[in-house]
């Protein structure tokens, strides 16, 4: 991913070359699909929680009342060309999660379309985001309920606020990088492939589990 002027034909030319060979690339969930797969997803959620031992009989019970951290997950998964950049976000304690990321809204065309301007983008779950099998790299940070409460407004304001896509300038590595910002992360170079900028996060950041944001 690169703004320099002198790359667009290649652009073009790979972007047609990914047209002709498949059916799709980062297609968005169906309501239908979206739906099914955000309720599969509270089997995937857990991930964490699921692999602690159990507790001891001789520890003091949790009150039903207290709930486990917050967290946002930022994830890259496989996919038809670069891969794609998202996050999962809830409580660890809970079995549902949300999904944000940003895509072109349509098919290959408007993937095709979107190497050579703005495109119509969707910024919810897409095909294959919260299947492990597609999982390529993550970094998971906890966050205490007040500071949780103002991320995910603060994500779901950027989804609001994210109505085009563009593989150049405004693509899914800027989006969670906004994110991660917010949050007061050190944020990598943006505009390189899902993965590496993932894994770049995690080690810029000293792999640290815990983030506290600053006073308003």
């Given at each position: 991913m690169t703004n320099t002027s002198d790359r667009s034909g290649s652009c073009i030319l790979a972007g047609f070359a990914l047209a002709a060979m498949l059916a799709c690339t980062t297609p968005s969930a169906s309501a239908h699909?979206?739906?099914?797969?955000?309720?599969?997803?509270?089997?995937?959620?857990?991930?964490?929680?699921?692999?602690?031992?159990?507790?001891?009989?001789?520890?003091?019970?949790?009150?039903?009342?207290?709930?486990?951290?917050?967290?946002?997950?930022?994830?890259?998964?496989?996919?038809?060309?670069?891969?794609?950049?998202?996050?999962?976000?809830?409580?660890?304690?809970?079995?549902?999660?949300?999904?944000?990321?940003?895509?072109?809204?349509?098919?290959?065309?408007?993937?095709?379309?979107?190497?050579?301007?703005?495109?119509?983008?969707?910024?919810?779950?897409?095909?294959?985001?919260?299947?492990?099998d597609y999982l390529t790299a993550n970094y998971r940070v906890y966050l205490s309920e007040a500071d949780a409460k103002r991320v995910f407004a603060y994500i779901k304001k950027l989804q609001a606020s994210s109505p085009v896509w563009n593989a150049e300038t405004t693509n899914c590595t800027g989006f969670i990088g906004d994110i991660a910002e917010f949050m007061g992360l050190q944020v990598p170079y943006r505009w390189q492939r899902p993965e590496k900028f993932v894994n770049s996060l995690k080690e810029m950041n000293g792999g640290r589990q815990m983030v506290r944001l600053s006073a308003e």
């Open positions: 699909e979206a739906n099914k797969r955000v309720a599969d997803a509270n089997a995937l959620a857990t991930t964490d929680s699921a692999s602690r031992p159990a507790p001891q009989s001789t520890r003091r019970p949790v009150a039903r009342a207290e709930k486990g951290p917050y967290y946002v997950d930022f994830r890259a998964r496989t996919a038809a060309s670069w891969g794609h950049a998202f996050v999962w976000y809830g409580k660890t304690s809970e079995r549902a999660v949300e999904v944000a990321g940003l895509t072109p809204a349509g098919d290959t065309w408007a993937y095709v379309l979107g190497h050579l301007t703005w495109v119509p983008a969707e910024t919810g779950a897409s095909y294959g985001d919260l299947d492990p």
